[in-house]
């Protein structure tokens, strides 16, 4: 008795096990997801994708793995989707500089991102905010505008890259506030903010999800965010309108995330991909986290990312005429 009861419970624990490696076998069936960022790791990009691409990963039911291909404006990353087998599994997480900027300001753009991919759904929108190194001898917006006007071309800002939305932000800034600012590029936000602390150069437009840890942390100080209102990431930080200068009264600076596919997907794939986006999207611990860096959900349709991106594109055409990019 002793000896068949033994067989039988061996017998039933290597069918269970047996039951069990199948079961892991068909959760890891789906094949890694890559999300390639055109940024440095540590930047708001990459921190934006790395907790999107957890939402993501559950609602796929796969591995979803961050790429950081930081440089040319985010176009190398672009640009490697381009070239990407189109199965649906290496993916752009694009800000919208990559998108919208780009095109109008490289004479040798490798892809045209209205053409070569496959717009698959928006994710956030963001608004960059001005930050500066703690010895500035400047607090608000209107003193900042006072010093750059009785010294031209001393204060230096840092970006992410030539055309990415923060040096647009400060282009734009520069020219409305009608000031000379000195440009610094960067491959990211992370190493500019880096430089922004330890003083090598002036002030970082930033974004609000990344620059207000450093604010609260006292490592930089905040001087106002680019948003039509104050942000609730920081509350106590003006924006722009609110300085009184004339030129700035209608200021915004900002921008978005969206996902990006390799031309040529099936129908079925970019379904698929398109319903993963938008779950991913409403998934409470993403909606909660992204709420506390100041972004807002964009729980918008394919088709009102095509839109966007062309109107934009458009009114960044008519804007660069005037903006020099260096």
Known sequence: MHTSFRRTLLSGLIVGAAVLGAGAAMAQ???P?????????????????????????????????????????ATLAGHEVVRAKADGNTLWFAASAGITVAPNIMKRMPF???KDLTPIAPVARYYNMLVVNNSEPFTSTKELVSYAKAHPGKLSYGSSGVGSSNHVAAALFARQANVELNHIP??????????TIGGQ???????????????????????????????PALPNVPTFRE?????????????????YAPKGLTPEVTQKL???????????????????????????????????????RTQWASVLQGVTLD
């Open 186 to 195: 960067y491959k990211g936000n992370a190493p500019a903010m880096t430089d």
């Open 243 to 259: 300085s009184g200068i004339a030129g700035l009264k209608d200021y915004e600076a900002g921008g978005w995330y969206a996902v």
């Open 29 to 31: 069936s789906n094949p």
């Open 274 to 312: 398109t319903a993963a986006v938008k779950h991913a999207v409403a998934d409470p611990d993403l909606r909660k986290r992204y709420a506390e860096l100041g972004y807002e959900q964009w729980n918008g349709t394919t088709e009102d990312l095509v839109n966007t991106a062309a109107r934009e």
């Open 33 to 73: 997801v890559r999300l390639v960022v055109g940024y440095a790791a540590g930047g708001p990009a990459d921190q934006g994708a790395r907790l999107f691409a957890a939402a993501l990963g559950k609602a796929l039911n796969a591995t979803v793995v961050v790429d950081n291909k930081p440089g040319a404006n």
């Open 201 to 231: 150069i002036d002030m970082l437009f930033d974004i609000i999800s990344t620059a207000s840890g450093y604010v609260n942390g006292g490592k930089v100080r905040a001087i106002a965010v680019g948003s039509p209102n104050r942000s």
């Open 112 to 114: 045209d991102p209205a």
